[in-house]
């Protein structure tokens, strides 16, 4: 009942026992860059390894540089005068990451006047330069149109071995090279990937689990030219691409991909983009092509008696946890990073593994364990995110990542540490193995990516925080810990009847983006669906700007269900008289003051039958209306915190015309959370705050300490 990875290095033979002891860890593992010690067999643990099947060997690679992976990128757009146009392609790029692929440029590059959008055929531009030095002349430009240059160019230094590199300064150690990758596609590459997993497995006959790091296809992060990060998107296919690839794309579909499909206007289809149907091909057929690979090599891992785990991050495209193929790999395991609650659930509801882990945050690495750095209040807020996610569904495992020798010169991290294993695995034991219980509510969240992205929505790199993600993130955040089951669904699925196997069902994001659906939204169809859904008794719940697609003299296409539109400046010459109506079910534990975030801002009610429970000014922060046998609620912006998300836990259950199964063992304070285990009769207390707190549970009083978690018999309550 260890459940706890925990990192080693060279070096700290005579500590390793004692901290193994420590931490209740049955298993070690080693990190990008060190080595497992000699005396690993005699420390009577698991054993993972790290590998890299599409690096790690730099002989291999540097004889096979035609091998190298590669991404579609663009270059800076940039205003044509009364002459030829000049454009240096490589200029904001760093040279020693990003290399022009020069072979069959008329093919697989593409000029675009960004002004018209007409692409420039290839007799009317040339390529002249190598290297870092690649200028593309366009010889008759329209004066002061805009153009930019897609271009193909190789990948020519890997990029998580490039941010591990610079983040610990290893440019400093002459041991340390820069690795260069290699793509699957290549069939000498995937015949090396093969015969090299075989030597590896049988010169490692001590490794118990093979911890892939992770298969193919790097997520899209691309450099400056002063080695700063220029663009990341954690779900990026841009760099998944070549020419193989594409040319048996179009064999199999019939389409001839373009660049402009990767470079996407330079929104390189992030996550937030509407997809569109060529790039969910392109998602769903290398998806398939890198399951069928990846269940090559756990294969010949399975015949060596070892267990294959799978990092869900650095080259992860491909391996799409909540898509279709992923359950063909045969993986035992996917282990993730931590920085959230979301990001938790991401990985504790995979299905079809045998066990999931999570990687803890912080990371032993020198930008946070230094002098002036914060290990310990970094552990603590890591700590009190994944608790809330762990209590809903336990990941089976935990551990950290990175240089075990850096995390013990602070004492007080490594005692953390320890106390947060203790609290991970009383969850496992008092909890009996079983699920906490659950609200009467079947909740879906509809977005254009449906289950494909579950607990992957307003992300970009991962868990980060950006200014204009979190006040919708925090939605997932909040239901990350609240007693409800959650399907995603796509729109496509809610045309197809989807909703009816629901009781609420939330619309989350600004206008435009994939998650609020943006033209989705002129297809009457999909109105339709959800308005004959809340008309029938279901609820609607919209946060920011839901539904939004300005057309037929409306900017939320469902204002008419949600009792609220925006203001875009077209209609100020209608007078509005709104009225607040603070007293609701919804707003029972709420401050006097809702924090929306960057809120949707501008928006009002469509008329006096709309209950407006929070304005900020003259513009509609949260709102509650009926429409048909069905209910709707409306908030302009919900950022993570205790107390929102109890108020979307209300918000929920009236929605769903459920307020009396908003029971008692809710606790009365919003900055405790419960979780209910009926099996074993067991009632989890957690204070989400640092600072000591009381409330009341069932008609008991309970004092919980800073950060504290605290079991209850559920008889002792009533």
Not at 158 to 182: A, C, F
Not at 503 to 517: K, P, R, W
Request: hydrophobic content about 40%; some cysteine; aromatic content about 12%.
């Amino acid at each position: 009942m260890s459940r706890v990875t925990l990192p080693i290095e060279q070096g700290m033979d005579d500590q390793l026992p004692g901290i193994i002891e420590r931490v209740g860890a049955d298993a070690v593992r080693n990190s990008d860059g060190t080595w497992l010690p000699e005396i690993t067999p005699q420390l009577g643990v698991k054993v993972y390894e790290t590998y890299f099947p599409s690096r790690g060997d730099q002989d291999f690679a540097l004889a096979h540089l035609h091998c190298r992976p590669r991404f579609y990128l663009m270059s800076e757009r940039v205003t044509a005068g009364e002459q030829p146009l000049a454009i240096d392609i490589m200029r904001g790029y760093y040279a020693l990451q990003v290399e022009p692929d020069l072979t069959d440029v008329e093919r697989w590059w593409e000029v675009i006047d960004r002004t018209t959008g007409e692409v420039v055929g290839a007799d009317g531009w040339s390529v002249a330069g190598t290297g870092a030095d690649v200028v593309v002349t366009i010889q008759h430009p329209t004066p002061y149109h805009v153009y930019t240059v897609s271009f193909l160019a190789w990948q020519s230094w890997d990029s998580t071995q490039m941010y591990n590199y610079l983040t610990n300064n290893w440019q400093d150690d002459p041991t340390r090279v820069r690795e260069i990758g290699y793509d699957v596609r290549e069939p000498e590459v995937w015949d090396f990937m093969q015969s090299s997993l075989r030597s590896w497995c049988e010169a490692r006959p001590g490794v118990d689990v093979v911890r892939f790091t992770t298969f193919f296809y790097h997520f899209t992060l691309v450099f400056n030219d002063v080695a700063k990060e220029k663009f990341v998107d954690w779900f990026g296919y841009s760099a998944s691409v070549s020419p193989r690839a594409m040319e048996a794309f179009e064999a199999e579909t019939g389409i001839a991909l373009r660049a402009e499909d990767f470079v996407d206007e330079g929104y390189y289809n992030c996550s937030f983009r509407v997809p569109t149907p060529t790039y969910r091909k392109w998602i769903d057929f290398q998806s398939r092509f890198v399951a069928e690979k990846v269940k090559g090599l756990v294969d010949i891992v399975h015949e060596h008696g070892k267990e294959a785990l799978m990092f869900l991050g650095d080259t992860w495209m491909g391996t799409e946890p909540y898509g279709e193929h992923f359950a063909s790999t045969g993986l035992d395991g996917v282990v993730g990073s931590v920085g959230s609650a979301a990001t938790c659930r991401m990985i504790s509801d995979i299905p079809g593994v045998k066990f999931t882990e999570g990687r803890f945050l912080p990371y032993f690495f020198p930008d946070v364990f230094r002098e002036g750095g914060d290990p310990l209040g970094e552990a603590n807020d890591s700590w009190l995110q994944a608790r809330r996610a762990i209590a809903r569904r336990p990941l089976d495992r935990i551990g950290y990542g990175g240089y075990l020798s850096l995390a013990t010169k602070f004492p007080d991290f490594m005692a953390r540490v320890e106390e947060i294993c203790d609290e991970f695995r009383s969850i496992h034991e008092l909890g009996g193995g079983h699920l906490p219980k659950s609200a009467p509510i079947r909740v879906g969240i509809l977005n254009a990516w449906g289950s494909l992205r579950t607990w992957q929505t307003h992300m970009v790199a991962h868990a980060l925080w950006y200014k204009q993600i979190y006040s919708y993130l925090g939605v997932l955040e909040s239901l990350a810990g609240l007693p409800f089951e959650l399907t995603f669904l796509s729109f496509d699925d809610a045309r197809a009847g989807a909703l009816d196997g629901l009781d609420v069902v939330l619309n989350i994001g600004a206008a435009h983006t994939a998650f609020s659906g943006g033209d989705e939204w002129l297809d009457p169809a999909l109105a339709v669906a959800v308005r004959r859904f809340v008309a029938s008794g279901g609820g609607l719940i919209g946060v920011g700007e839901p539904s939004a697609a300005l057309a037929n003299g409306a900017y939320f296409q469902l204002s008419d269900v949600l009792g609220v539109d925006k203001e875009l400046g077209l209609s100020q010459s209608t007078d509005r008289y709104p009225v607040e109506q603070p007293e609701h079910f919804i707003t029972t534990d709420l401050d006097d003051a809702l924090d929306v975030g960057e809120g949707a801002g501008d928006i009002f009610a469509m008329g006096r039958a709309t209950q407006i429970l929070r304005l900020r000014g003259q513009s509609v922060d949260l709102a509650a209306s009926t429409f048909g046998k069905g209910r709707s609620v409306y908030i302009a912006g919900l950022p993570y915190s205790p107390v929102n998300a109890r108020l979307l836990h209300r918000a929920i259950h009236w929605a769903a015309a459920q307020e009396e199964a908003f029971d008692d063992l809710v606790p009365s304070n919003p900055l405790v959370e419960a979780a209910v285990f009926e099996e074993t009769r067991k009632v989890l207390l957690m204070n989400l705050a640092k600072e000591p707190v009381t409330t009341r549970i069932r008609g008991v009083d309970v004092d919980l300490a800073a950060m504290q978690s605290r079991w209850l018999d559920a008889d002792e309550l009533g």
